[in-house]
């Protein structure tokens, strides 16, 4: 029972480096978003997907890439890394209901990237 | 634009009850969640109102009043696990993406 993992946990990187997040959920949910966590901003939508092969911008998408081959597997690429990407980077998935995705949002541990 | 307001801070002693609100001004709505997150830990889901009233689930109840853009979550019998961040969030659309609002730090006071 894995649920929806996050990989890696920790990650220190330099400016101007290619990082990718991975996330994967063994629920088969249909949706799967990435958020970023800021202090004194709450989470932030960044990139969402409704199934495999279909993603949309959320509200910061700037600077990221994401792609979805895969039901499971939702990675989040940061092209060229900068120090204002520093954050704490959640992945989570929900189901799909009559009225949309579900209301309940699944969250893995989130994944704290250090940008120097 | 669309914006949910709540309180950034909350102070409340064990054993007393606590309500946090929230009121939202966007372009759709279909209802408003309650997640709650400990301290290095992730969101988790408490609660969710499509519908005007109140949904109780144990020590916590949310309550939603559509005509006034408002709603809020009440912690009953206040436990010291209970100290952590509340966020509300409102899906906006059928297939969008849910906004959520900018976090409740509650301080539990023994």
């Known amino acids: 029972d894995a649920g929806i993992t996050q990989s890696p946990r920790y990650k220190i990187t330099e400016t101007g480096r290619q990082v990718t997040l991975m996330c994967h959920q063994t629920?088969?949910?249909?949706?799967m978003f990435w958020y970023r966590q800021d202090l004194g901003h709450g989470l932030r939508l960044i990139y969402y997907?409704?199934?495999?092969?279909?993603?949309d911008k959320g509200e910061v998408p700037d600077g990221y890439v994401v792609s979805r081959s895969k039901t499971e597997n939702f990675p989040l690429t940061l092209e060229s890394a900068t120090r204002s990407q520093t954050s704490v980077y959640f992945c989570a998935s929900s189901s799909v209901v009559l009225a949309g995705f579900s209301e309940t949002q699944y969250f893995g541990p989130g994944t704290r990237l250090l940008v120097l | 634009g669309q914006s949910l307001e709540q309180p950034s801070e909350v102070t409340a002693v064990e054993g007393a009850i606590v309500q946090i609100n929230c009121t939202y001004q966007?372009?759709?709505?279909?209802?408003l969640s309650w997640y709650q997150q400990h301290d290095g830990g992730a969101p988790t889901f408490l609660s969710y109102n499509a519908l005007d009233g109140l949904e109780e689930t144990g020590r916590f109840s949310s309550f939603l009043s559509r005509s006034d853009s408002y709603g809020y979550l009440l912690l009953q019998e206040l436990q010291m696990k209970d100290s952590a961040s509340y966020f509300c969030a409102v899906k906006v659309n059928r297939d969008d993406k849910i906004i959520f609002g900018k976090g409740t730090r509650l301080h539990i006071l023994p």
């Open positions: 629920w088969s949910h249909s949706y």
């Open positions: 997907s409704a199934a495999a092969d279909i993603t």
């Open positions: 966007t372009s759709g709505f279909y209802g």
